[in-house]
């Protein structure tokens, strides 16, 4: 189930991104919170170091093609993964929750972008831009976040998939 996931995921985004403008109110991160929906069936397993190694590999291949650069999101995805396994340590794994870490992980993600491209100096941007891309990307995200969690607690349910709660 975690291959499926994280592939549908990461083809999603391409696929949602061509038809949707980049100004909209509805800016795909999936991939990103596919990696909230598989972290309990990797705990299930006792990999954590698995897990982690999944975010970077996730990472550098969203990097290869959504991105020129090599190994930021690579880097960032092992960021979040890590964020993500703090956050279940005192979060449990159901559909409030679930959309909670996908709130704090939307923010996290674009606030260390933010402060990645201002290091960089890459582009100019005011804190409102900020405000602006991390309101952007809660609407359909965590509509999917959701929508997936419960496609994913029914199937496990269904096939008797051992999950972390």
């Known amino acids: 189930m975690i291959p499926i996931v994280l592939i549908v ?7 949602v991104s061509n038809f949707i403008s980049i100004n909209s109110l509805l800016n795909p991160l999936f991939t990103i919170m ?3 929906i598989v972290f309990p069936y990797f705990i299930s397993h006792k990999s954590k170091k698995n897990y982690l190694i999944t975010c970077f590999v996730t990472g550098i291949c969203y990097d290869l093609i959504y991105t020129d650069t090599l190994v930021l999101h690579g880097f960032l995805f ?4 890590y964020i993500i396994g ?3 340590l005192v979060l449990s794994n159901n559909y409030v929750n679930v959309a909670i870490m996908g709130l704090i992980v939307i923010i996290v993600y674009r606030l260390v972008m933010y402060a990645f491209l201002l290091v960089t100096a ?3 941007f005011d804190i409102f831009t900020v405000i602006k891309s991390i309101y952007s990307s809660l609407i ?26």
């Open 86 to 88: 703090k956050l279940n």
């Open 78 to 81: 092992l960021l979040i993964g």
């Open 122 to 124: 890459n582009i100019s």
């Open 34 to 36: 596919a990696l909230i």
């Open 140 to 165: 359909l995200n965590m509509l999917y976040v959701s929508l997936v969690f419960l496609i994913t607690n029914k199937i496990s349910d269904k096939l008797k998939i051992r999950r972390a709660n």
């Open 9 to 15: 995921s990461f083809l999603l985004d391409s696929i």
